[in-house]
């Protein structure tokens, strides 16, 4: 099994940063594919961003640009740095992780809020 702890959600004002984390721990050999997730009220669960062990990255449209992924495979940690801060970025931030002989994970959502 593994498990996922997500960190950094809060309130920011527009215009404003956060740093999601995200680390992953358990039976793990290695992890094919990081990324994050998000819902906002009313709204369908979508792919923000997310990285490959290789290092490939992409973005939703929404957020390329202002939003970067990242991630330590020594630390099985992905990280999601928010720039740029809007208030329709408001949501649940949801990290997931597809590793390598193992069934796929979901952390159990972090919530940020852009709000002045």
């Known amino acids: 099994q593994v498990q996922l702890v997500e960190s950094g959600g809060g309130l920011v004002q527009p215009g404003g940063s956060l740093r999601l984390s995200c680390a992953a721990s358990g039976s793990i050999f290695s992890i094919y594919f990081m990324a994050w997730y998000r819902q906002a009220t009313g709204k369908q669960r979508g792919l923000v961003a997310g990285v490959t062990d290789t290092g490939f990255t992409n973005y939703a449209d929404s957020v390329e640009g202002r939003f970067t992924i990242s991630r330590d495979n020594a630390k099985n940690t992905v990280y999601l740095q928010m720039n740029s801060l809007k208030p329709e970025d408001t949501a649940v931030y949801y990290c997931?992780?597809?590793?390598?002989?193992?069934?796929?994970?979901w952390g159990q959502g972090t919530q940020v809020t852009v709000s002045s």
């Open positions: 997931y992780v597809r590793p390598v002989g193992v069934s796929d994970c």
